[in-house]
C-alpha cells in the first residue's frame, strides 16, 4: 500500500495557477501510474489528468483542463504535479492524487477504479 499525500491547494483567483504535489512516504512513484481526480461542490468525482509510470511517462487529460492543467514528474520520478493554469471557478474542488503500480502499457487511466490508493486531497477555492 502507498501512502500519498497531496500539498498545494489554495485560495486563488480566477485565471490565476496552483501547483499540486503529490508524493509518497518512503515509497518510490516513479514505477506508479498517477492520477489526479477532483470533486467540486455537489459534484460526482472525475478525472482530470495523468501520468503513467517513468518507463513511459504517458500523459492524459479530461477535455476541460487540457491546454490549462500539465501534469508532470520531478527528476527523481518521485513526486507528482499537477500544474494548473488559468484557473476557472468550475475548477474549484477537492484534489486527490492516486497510485497503481505501472504496467508498462505507455498509457494512464482516468478512471478511479484503475488505482489502488488514494491521498487525503487538497482543496482548490475559487475567490470569485
Known amino acids: 500500500q502507498v501512502h500519498l499525500v497531496e500539498s498545494g491547494g489554495g485560495l486563488v483567483e480566477p485565471g490565476g495557477s496552483l501547483r499540486l504535489s503529490c508524493a509518497a512516504s518512503g515509497t518510490p512513484l516513479e514505477t506508479y501510474d498517477i492520477g489526479w481526480f477532483r470533486q467540486g461542490p455537489g459534484k460526482e468525482r472525475e478525472g482530470v489528468a495523468c501520468?503513467?509510470?517513468?518507463?513511459?511517462?504517458?500523459?492524459d487529460y479530461i477535455d476541460s483542463v487540457k491546454g490549462r492543467f500539465t501534469v508532470s514528474r520531478d527528476s527523481s520520478g518521485n513526486t507528482v504535479y499537477l500544474q494548473m493554469n488559468d484557473l476557472k471557478p468550475e475548477d474549484e474542488g477537492d484534489y486527490y492524487c492516486?497510485?497503481?503500480?505501472?504496467?508498462?502499457?505507455?498509457?494512464?487511466?482516468?478512471?478511479?477504479?484503475?488505482?489502488?490508493?488514494w491521498g487525503q486531497g487538497t482543496q482548490v477555492t475559487s475567490s470569485s
Open positions: 501520468i503513467s509510470s517513468i518507463m513511459d511517462d504517458g500523459t
Open positions: 492516486a497510485a497503481r503500480l505501472g504496467a508498462g502499457l505507455g498509457i494512464c487511466h482516468l478512471l478511479g477504479a484503475w488505482y489502488d490508493d
